[in-house]
C-alpha cells in the first residue's frame, strides 16, 4: 500500500490551500456574520477548476479523481466550512447526478454553465418537513400532463436553492407509493410556481444559504426527467454515498483549522509563570486533535480510493463521515476550551468554527443512520 499523494495531488493541495488563504480564510468571519455568500471568491474558482472537481473535462470540468476532489474540499473546509458547504454541495449533488444520470443533451445545457463561474450554482432537493432521514417519506408529486412534468409540493433545508440555476428535485411519479414511484427531475429555479423562501437563520454556516421552497404546479418539460422513471430512490442513494465523503472532509478541514488557533493561542498564552502549552492537560487536547485529524484523513481518502477503483464504498463512506464529522466537534470544543473564556467570544474564529462544525453530523445523514447504514453492512457480511 502506498500512502502517498502523488505529485499532480500535492501540487493540486498546495494550489487550492493558497486560493484558501487568500480569497476564503480572511472574510469567513465578516461574511458568515453577515449570513453572505463568499461569491468574489466563488466567481474564481471557476478558472481554478473547483467548481467542476468531478465533472469530465468535455463539460468544461475538472475531471478530478475521487481522491483530488476530497482535498480540494478539505481545503475550502479549512478556509471556511460554508463555502466548502456550497462547493460540495454544487458539485457533489447538484452536477454530480448529471454527471452520472442525465443525457448528453442535459449534459451539455447544465453542466458547461455550472462550472464557469460566470453563472449561479447547482443544488440537490430532498428533504421535505416531514420526511428528512426517513426518504421513502416524501410526499413531493409530479404529474405527466402532455409533454411536460406538473411537480406539487415542499422541500426544506435546500443548500443553494436560492442561489442556483437549477434544482434536481426527488418526486414521487405515478402511481406514487413504493420505492419504485420515485424520480429525479431538473426544475429551472426561473420556473413559475416555484417558490424559495428567504434563507434559515442558522446557528453556524453563514456563508451558506439553506431554503424552504414550495412547488405550486410547476411545469417543466418532459426531458428534464433525469435517468429512468422509478429510479429515484438508488440515484439518490448512489449521490449520498459520495456526499459523505465530501462532508467528512469539510469537518477534517475545520477540525484541522481549529487546532492550528489552539496550537497558535497555546503558544502565546501566560499562566502561572509559562506558556500553557507546558500544561498536560493541553498537550492531551492536542494530541487527541491531531491523532483524530489524522484517522479521519485516512479514512476519508480510503472511501475516495474505493471509489476511484469503482469499488462499494457505501460503508467505508459512512464510517469515514461518522467518525470525521464526530471528531470536528470534540475538536473544535476543545479548541474553544484550550482558548478559555476568549474562546467563547467571536474575536477568535474557533467559536465559529464550532458552530459550524454542528451541522456535519446532521446534514448528508445524521450520525444516526450513519450507524444504521454500517451496522446493516457489517451484520450482512456474517450471513
Known sequence: MDFKLSEEQQ??????HRFVEKEVKPRAAELSEAQELNWSAIRKMGQLGLLGLNIPE???????????????????????????????????????????FGTEKQKQKYLSVATSGKSKLSSLALTEPGAGS?????????????????INGSKMWITNAGDADYI????????????????MIIVPTQSKGLIIAPP?????LGTCHSYAINFDNVHVPKENLLGEEGMGLRQTLQTLDGGRISI?????????????????????????????????????MIADAGTEIYASRLMIYHAAWLKNKGKPYTKEGAMAKLFATEMAER??????????????????????????????????????????VIARKLLKEFD
Not at 501540487?11 to 487550492?16: F, I, K, L, P
Not at 477534517?252 to 487546532?259: D, K, P, R, T
Open 11 to 16: 501540487m493540486w493541495r498546495d494550489t487550492v
Open 58 to 100: 468535455e463539460y468544461g470540468g475538472n475531471g478530478l479523481d475521487a481522491i483530488s476532489a476530497a482535498i480540494a474540499i478539505e481545503e475550502l473546509g479549512w478556509g471556511d466550512g460554508g463555502t466548502a458547504l456550497v462547493i460540495a454541495a454544487h458539485t457533489g449533488l447538484g452536477c454530480w447526478p448529471i454527471v452520472k
Open 134 to 150: 426517513d426518504l421513502k417519506g416524501i410526499k413531493t408529486r409530479a404529474e405527466l400532463k402532455g409533454n411536460e412534468w406538473v
Open 168 to 183: 434536481i428535485t426527488l418526486v414521487r411519479t405515478p402511481p406514487f407509493t413504493g420505492s419504485h414511484s420515485m424520480s
Open 200 to 204: 434559515e437563520n442558522k446557528m453556524g
Open 248 to 284: 467528512g472532509a469539510i469537518s477534517v478541514g475545520i477540525a484541522q483549522s481549529a487546532m492550528e488557533e489552539a496550537i497558535r493561542y497555546a503558544k502565546q498564552r501566560q499562566a502561572f509563570g509559562h506558556t500553557i502549552t507546558q500544561f498536560q492537560a493541553i498537550q492531551w
Open 331 to 372: 475538536v473544535t470544543r476543545n479548541a474553544i476550551q484550550i482558548h478559555g473564556g476568549y474562546g467563547y467570544s467571536k474575536e477568535f474564529p474557533v467559536e465559529r468554527m464550532y458552530r459550524d462544525a454542528r451541522l456535519m453530523t446532521i446534514g448528508e445523514g445524521t450520525s444516526e443512520v450513519q450507524r444504521l
